[in-house]
């Protein structure tokens, strides 16, 4: 089995109710509701969401912008196998491909990637799909790069393309954090020892302090706490991504290139912020904890 279809394989009930009903879905769908209808004049036309896993409200954006058609994409069969019965009618598509070999056809004006080019990264930028090695980091951006920009290519202008995944803080520097409870401690220690998608260079001070790169930070948090809430099934995916892969910055600079300007949202849903204020203090390199989800529309100006 290759890594795609390992991960894919893996994937439970329990994944993706988080992802659509819990406190993510919530907390995306609530951004990517008030992005599209303070920024974007859309009425008609043609939607795609690219990775769309169980995505339950695509039907509803379909219907509050008198959308024409909605095309669900995903590589995974089993994914579209699933939505086929439940989301029948006219101008409603299915396509089984990897977004990387999709021949698009036809023109979008919204076209969504929600929680998705981090597995575009993850395993598109794994040599030799092998999940023994690490994460290439360049070779993973150069997977999302494509992908968005085949994506950006199908645009209308005055279209837009929603991106909702965690993002990276600008800082890349050391940075000094304690852990306060033995819980998380012993899961920063399982994460640092079995993540086989990236090294993380760290050093213990002590046994509650440690310094390490405050990106690798923005990446542990998003992962350690599966381990520390004994979500092992949860862990067996999630130890095989990054979900982070870009700072602000540099989704700015990618769209900038494509003719598009974004809009976007920064924060962290307050469950999750609670939990890492209560397991962490930094002590040195940064303000605070940094916030991990980005919400983010890119509006093309031009083709
Ligand atoms: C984390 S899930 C997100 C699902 C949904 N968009 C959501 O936000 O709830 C990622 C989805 O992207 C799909 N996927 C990952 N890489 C893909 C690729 N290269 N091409 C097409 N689909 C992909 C996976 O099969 C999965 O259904």
């Not at 469950?271 to 989800?293: C, T």
Request: glycine share 6%.
């Amino acid at each position: 089995m290759n890594i795609s279809d390992r991960h894919k394989a893996s994937k439970n009930s329990a994944y993706w109710n988080d992802l659509v009903h819990g406190t993510t879905g919530r907390y995306k769908e609530a951004w990517i509701k008030k992005l599209v209808s303070e920024h974007l004049a859309l009425r008609g036309g043609a939607l795609m969401d690219v990775g769309c896993g169980s995505c339950d409200f695509m039907l509803d954006f379909r219907d509050r912008l008198h959308a024409e058609s909605v095309t669900f994409l995903d590589y995974d069969p089993k994914v579209i196998e699933k939505l086929r019965p439940r989301y029948t009618g006219p101008g409603v598509y299915f396509q089984v491909a990897d977004i990387l070999q999709a021949g698009l056809n036809g023109r979008f004006d919204l076209v969504f990637f929600l929680d998705m080019l981090h597995e575009v990264y993850s395993f598109h930028g794994r040599p030799n799909r092998n999940l023994a090695e690490p994460v290439d980091h360049e070779r993973g951006l150069a997977a999302v790069r494509t992908a968005v920009t085949n994506v950006a290519a199908t645009l209308n202008p005055g279209g837009g393309i929603v991106i909702t995944d965690n993002v990276l803080c600008e800082e890349d520097h050391p940075v000094t954090v304690k852990i306060l409870a033995p819980r998380p401690r012993d899961a920063v220690r399982h994460f640092l020892a079995d993540f086989p998608t990236k090294v993380i260079p760290h050093r213990f001070l002590d046994d509650w302090t440690l310094t390490l790169d405050s990106r690798d930070f923005c990446i542990l948090l998003t992962q350690y706490n599966k381990i520390k809430n004994g979500d092992i099934d949860r862990w067996n995916v999630e130890r095989l991504e990054i979900h982070q892969y870009w700072t602000l910055e540099q989704f700015r600079t990618m769209f900038r290139d494509l003719g598009c300007r974004i809009c976007y949202e920064i924060g962290t849903p307050s469950p999750s912020y609670s939990e890492w204020m209560a397991d962490f203090q930094v002590l040195e390199g940064m303000p605070n904890i940094p916030h991990k989800r980005i919400t983010l529309l890119a509006i093309k100006e031009r083709d």
